[in-house]
Structure formats: C-alpha cells, structure tokens
C-alpha cells in the first residue's frame, strides 16, 4: 500500500508547515492510504468495472472497511489544492475542522458503497434464486408425446398348414415390406399401427407346385422400451437423454392384436379372423428425429417377419428455459476510489457450460440457445476466452482425448459463425481427466460431457 502525499501550492506551503503539527497530533499520525481491491479470480464469473476519474481538485485518501465476502476500501475526498481563498480557508481553520471533513466524506463514501454492495448482493440472491426455479421448471418438464411414421422391408417365413399329406409347402421364405404409424405415449410405452405384405407360400402337389397362398396382415401393437444405451433400464430411469428423447440405442418388445388376409387359387381355410402379434427388436435415435429398427415379428404361428425399417419422430422434444440453468453470477469486489465515483460502470457476464449427446461434438439446438445469449453479452467486451473439452469415461483415454478437443473446437466455431473473433478465443481438451461429477451414473456421464467458457487472466 502508498501512502499519499498532499500537495501544496507554493502560495500556501508556508501556512501549511506551520499548521502540520496540529494536523498530526489530530489525525494521530494515521496513514491514510488508497484502497485497495483484495480480488478473488473466478473461473465461473467473471466481471469487470470500468471508471472515469476527471476531478484533478483532489487527493483521495482511504479508510480501509472489512467485509467477510470481499474487503472493499472506501475513498474519502479531502480537498488540498484549489483556489487561494479555498487553500487558506482550510489551513486556517483548527484542526478539528480538517477532521471532521475528512469524516464527513468519509461517511459519505461510506454510504455510497454500501448501497452499491447491497445492490450487488440483492442482485447475486435474485440471481441464484431464479436459477433454483429454473433447475426445479427442469424436473417438471415431461415426456414429449410425439407421432412417428416407418416404412421397412424385409424377408418371411410362411408355413401354412395342410391336412394333405400329399400338399406340402414348397417355397416357405419370400420378401415382405410394411407401414406403420406410432406415437410415444410415454418414457417407455409407445403405440404402433401396422400393415404388412408378407408375400407368399409356394404349395406343392407331390412335390409338383400347384399354386401360392398370399398373406397380408395389420393390427395395433404395443411397445415396451426395456433398454437403452444411455439410460439403463428405461422403466427405473430419471434422466432426460436416451428413451426420454427415443435417442441412442434401445431395445424393446411387442406384443398386439392384428388380423390376416390370404388370397390363392388353392381351396383354404383360415382357422382365425384374428390373431395374436409378438416381437422384439433393436432401434436407434438419431438427434434430429430419424432413427433406425430391426425387428422380428410373429403373426399367430404360421408368418414370421425379420425386417429393416426407418422412421421419422414428428416434433421436437420440449426443453425447460435453458437461460438460467448454469451458475449464477457473483458480484466482483469494487475499487475503493470508484465506489466514490457516480461515473463506474458494472456489468455481470454468465459463462456457460455447453453439454453434448453421447459420442458427439454436434451442438444441440438447446444449447445454441444458452450460446446466443452469451454472445449477445459478451460480442463487444474485449476478454480472451478459454474453451475446455470434457468427456465422460467410456472409450480410451486417446479417444476421449480427441474428443474433448472436438468438443471445444465445436463450440469455438459457432462463436466465431455468431460475431465474436476468433483470435479471442482459444481451445483445449483435457479428455476424461477432469470429471465434475461421477461417471458411476448416466446422469454424472451426462454432465461430464461437457465444454467450459472461461476467461483467461
């Protein structure tokens, strides 16, 4: 810490020498000396001041104020250098005089600060406060029903039965393609309705074809979604990626009521109008709705179905406000001098953590959101910024290395696409070496996966 010297005039250094001593012996000889900001870096926040100082007609001096959050020094003006009559109207007033201005101002600064560190502290609670009741909107947000549409082909197995034992099948296998149209009920029940062409049954006569028997059948099935590459076990799971979104790999069961068409040339009789439908397969989500099924399908006893489809999700899933769902801001400690000054200027920045779908370095349209509004902050503000890439613990350690480099490049680049420059920014990944939070769950994978905007010192 400096200690400040006042200075004199030349017109007034004699009274003032002569009046030093009583200065002295009130003041008791304390140092009064500039403040200082004690500052607490923050890789989560990171704030700035900006101040204009244009009175040259006085000398600050401080008077240093304890704070447990963050010590603040108060500046308390004492006027020693102007116009003669003001010059001498001080140095020929007692020295009690002197004191009390500088208490005076000193009270006054005093006061200033403390609304100002009570703004700040009503606006960091406010802050916190608004992002508890965006993490609790998150919890309430529910499963997005939507409707799908699929389309597949794939090869049958037919065996129609005869009494005959001179008609026998010839030709049991043939190709097949169906139409369905589901909808998402919830997290793990959707509902499908079917229409399939199974093909035919070649039918032989002592083992001489003598014709074909056509099979087509439709129903409506329900699925159950058991597991899921990022969930787990879909009925006990809480988490918002994987079967939440029909995203990831997914495995399931059908079961449902259908009927059957059949069309030869050949005498037949259908033993059921109606029958039984039973399945089980593999599907997986795509992040933009399209998604990918194997499954097989059996139709009473007598048709079976292995088939290749794609399907198309309708809508998007519906998000909590993505805004306030990271740290809340901290106020940074403010300048003593400055807390004198009406001209300071204060402004609070949120820095985002970007979160990314298992296995990708793609932003999603969730997290382009909570990006647009950190670039409208910050566009015009001169920081340099640091972009970390993170991953969760699955895969080798060379991968996941790759990856989070990914990751922040990713990130990197669409600041860049929206207006910030990019010789301000800067990347690096770190892998799966630095986890927030366990990898034990697919909730802790999930948040490990993760890009960090930070501002470089």
Not at 103 to 118: F, L, R, S
Not at 213 to 241: K, T
Not at 257 to 265: I, R, T, Y
Not at 372 to 401: C, K, M, S
């Amino acid at each position: 810490m400096r200690a400040r010297h006042f200075k004199l005039k030349p017109v007034a250094f004699a009274v003032a020498v002569v009046s030093a001593s009583a200065l002295a012996t009130t003041l008791r000889a304390e140092h009064l000396v500039a403040g200082d900001i004690e500052a607490r870096p923050s890789t989560a926040n990171w704030q700035w001041e900006r101040s204009a100082r244009e009175d040259t007609d006085t000398t600050l001096s401080g008077i240093e104020v304890g704070s447990a959050a963050a010590p603040v020094t108060l500046a308390a003006a004492v006027v020693t250098e102007g116009a003669d009559g003001r010059t001498s109207a001080l140095v020929d007033g007692t020295s009690d005089n002197v004191a009390s201005v500088a208490e005076e101002n000193a009270m006054e600064a005093a006061d200033a600060g403390a609304e100002k560190v009570e703004a700040g502290a009503g606006n960091a609670e406010a802050e916190v406060m608004r992002a508890a009741e965006a993490d609790s909107d998150v919890e309430h947000v529910g499963f997005t029903r939507r409707p799908y549409a699929m389309i597949g082909a794939g090869t049958t197995l037919l065996e129609p039965r005869s009494h005959n034992n001179a008609l026998t099948v010839g030709d049991d296998t043939d190709s097949g393609f169906h139409l369905a149209l589901g909808y998402d009920i919830m997290r793990m029940l959707s509902a499908e309705l079917y229409l399939a062409d199974l093909g035919e049954a070649g039918m032989d006569f002592l083992d001489d074809p003598v014709g074909v028997v056509d099979y087509q059948v439709y129903g409506l099935s329900a699925v159950l979604w058991l597991l899921n590459s990022r969930d787990g076990f879909v009925p006990l799971s809480r988490s918002r990626s994987g079967a939440f979104r029909r995203e990831g790999l997914s495995m399931f069961l059908k079961a449902g009521v259908g009927a059957m068409n059949n069309d030869s040339d050949l005498d037949y009789q259908r033993d059921h109008d109606v029958h039984a439908a039973f399945g089980a397969g593999l599907e997986y989500g795509f992040g933009n709705g399209f998604g990918l099924r194997g499954e097989y399908n059996a139709y009473d006893t007598d048709a079976k179905y292995l088939s290749l489809a794609l399907l198309k999700r309708f809508g998007r899933v519906r998000e909590a406000e993505p805004e306030l769902r990271h740290a809340a801001p901290v106020m940074a400690p403010v300048e003593a001098s400055d807390i004198a000054d009406d001209t300071t200027m204060q402004a609070v920045i949120e820095l985002p953590v970007v979160h990314f779908a298992f296995d990708h370095s793609d932003i999603t349209d969730e997290e382009q959101l909570i990006l647009d509004i950190f670039v409208e902050e910050a566009l015009n503000e001169p920081f340099q910024l640091l972009l970390r890439g993170h991953t969760d613990w699955i895969g080798t350690e060379d991968y996941n290395l790759g990856l989070s480099r990914r990751r922040a490049e990713s990130v990197k680049h669409y600041l860049v696409d929206h207006g910030i420059k990019g010789n301000r920014i800067a990347t690096e990944g770190v892998g799966e070496s630095e986890p927030i939070v366990s990898n034990e769950t697919e909730e802790g994978r999930a948040e490990n996966r993760r890009t960090e905007i930070l501002i470089e010192p």
